[in-house]
């Protein structure tokens, strides 16, 4: 057998090796905050103006989308969206809402696999797949939100320029003040995805320095 051979077979060895203890649990209690995060909303947008100095708010969950003062400010909202061209927000968002709560509780599931009987290969599996899956959903936000800035009505009664919402932040927008910002929700997903990344570089790292000890002690 080549070097080469003989390094990507110690190499599909360590991936079938079953992940430490200490990670199994690191990995378990990571769901938590990710199971949390279905109970409160991900992100808030808040406008405020002259005419409306008590601010008008919109609360995104993984699932739904709530306006402030009981659900009335979504109304607001779409109607000042109706002057200058703009999608009302409930419709053209809720495709994107969709697929979210699969998307988390997938990776819950995955993750507690992994945690009970899982090995390196599933756990390298596990972050990819959680990187993607929060990756995705903040590049298709953005996308949403470069979509309502940009794809106006052009016989709206307000004629505006296309803009580019905020999407962390706040912003000038006419006479509104826009600011967008992660909420408890986002936080909690955040933790999940930080944390896998860094129990499966320790693990990566630690159970390398373990292959090289024992290498060393039968040699």
């Known amino acids: 057998m080549s070097q080469k051979e003989s390094m990507f077979a110690r190499f599909q060895a360590f991936l079938d090796r079953p992940i430490f203890p200490s990670a199994r649990i690191a990995v378990a ?5 990710l199971v949390l995060s279905f109970t409160m909303p991900i992100w808030k947008i808040s406008m405020v103006a002259p005419q409306y100095p008590d601010g008008l708010y919109l609360y995104i969950w993984s699932y739904k989308l709530e306006g402030g003062a009981d659900g009335q400010h ?12 703009m999608r009302g927000i409930d419709d053209a968002a809720s495709a994107d809402l969709g697929w979210i709560p699969f998307a988390l509780g997938a990776l819950v599931l995955i993750a507690l696999r992994v945690a009970a ?15 993607y899956v929060s990756l995705f ?9 470069y979509v309502f800035g ?30 967008s910002l992660p909420m408890a929700g986002s936080y909690g997903i955040g933790i999940f995805v930080t944390g896998t990344l860094v129990v499966t570089l320790w693990h990566l790292v630690a ?11 039968t040699t």
């Not at 779409?78 to 200058?84: E, G, W």
Request: no cysteine; glycine share 6%.
């Open 207 to 217: 159970g390398r320095q373990e292959a090289r000890r024992v290498r060393r002690s």
């Open 150 to 179: 940009h794809d106006l009505d052009p016989t709206a009664p307000v004629k505006v320029e296309p803009f580019m919402p905020v999407v962390i932040g706040t912003k000038q927008i006419a006479n509104f003040t826009t600011t």
């Open 74 to 85: 979504i109304a607001e909202i779409n109607t000042l969206n109706h002057y200058i061209g």
């Open 137 to 145: 959903a903040f590049g298709r936000f953005v996308y949403r939100l």
């Open 117 to 131: 009987i899982g090995n390196v290969r599933s756990l390298l599996d596990l972050t990819v797949l959680t990187s």
């Open 29 to 33: 209690i990571l769901t938590i905050p």
